[in-house]
């Protein structure tokens, strides 16, 4: 673990007016369906198939996500032994650079079966999440993240489309109200324009989607 992680603190969970402390779940987790693509212009379907299957086995995802070992020309994220990938240190490397130098990325699993048993858990990981567990994770009230759907091409488009001008405009004001403060003068103008380019439509969109997940999960 990097050292210069004791010249800062966690940012405490702030609490709102009247007093609740809260924290959203995030959709930057779980499954991705963009991790691989087979087209229509593939000529080997069957053996292409077998190879993502095969970077779905424990050992090899493990490295997909990581990097891997035994690269005699730099340093490896992993030392095998005994059938299990044990962290290395890095001994001055880069972590970040070297996993994007050594990871395969594309479709992989990593499930918390793995851990103990195909790898070991590296140390700056297991550092964040006991601050997650300490700092943040007792004030999240949801139970469930918006799942990955399906969009429909004309929903897509329209998505895209509201989201060029939506997700600029709320960053922007995001930042400005953090440097500058005047949240409360502006939320009404904030909320007209969130309306101007499309948020409704946007929502309408996303809980069509949402409902027709929830159909074919077999939900009542």
């Known amino acids: 673990m990097d050292q210069s992680n004791d010249n800062y603190d966690v940012l405490p969970v702030l609490a709102g007016p009247s007093g609740e402390k809260h924290v959203t779940r995030t959709n930057g987790m779980g499954f991705s369906r963009d991790r691989f693509v087979i087209t229509s212009v593939n000529e080997n379907l069957e053996l292409t ?21 035994g690269d005699d020309t730099q340093a490896n994220i992993f030392e095998l032994k005994d059938g299990m990938l044990h962290h290395l240190p890095l001994d001055g490397a880069a972590p970040g650079e070297l996993r994007q130098k050594t990871e395969a990325a594309g479709p992989l699993a990593v499930l918390d079966s793995y851990f103990g048993t195909v790898t070991t858990m590296p140390d700056d990981a297991q550092w964040r999440l006991d ?13 469930y993240n918006y799942p990955k759907v399906f969009f429909d091409k004309d929903e897509a488009d329209s998505l895209a ?11 922007r004001k995001r930042a400005e109200w953090i440097t500058n403060g005047n949240i409360d003068t502006e939320w009404d103008d904030y909320l007209a324009e969130l309306k101007r380019v499309g948020i409704d439509d946007w929502l309408e969109i ?8 929830q159909e074919g999960q077999g939900a009542e």
């Not at 493990?62 to 990097?67: A, F, H, K, L, S």
């Not at 489309?161 to 960053?171: G, P, S, V």
């Not at 809980?207 to 997940?213: E, M, S, V």
């Open 206 to 213: 996303k809980q069509g989607a949402y409902d027709r997940y």
């Open 131 to 143: 601050l997650m567990h300490e700092h943040y994770l007792p004030y999240i009230n949801n139970e």
């Open 49 to 69: 198939a077998k190879w993502v299957d095969k970077m779905y086995e424990p050992l090899q995802s493990v490295q997909n996500n990581w990097g891997t070992y």
């Open 161 to 171: 489309k509201i989201e060029t001008d939506m997700w600029d405009y709320i960053y």
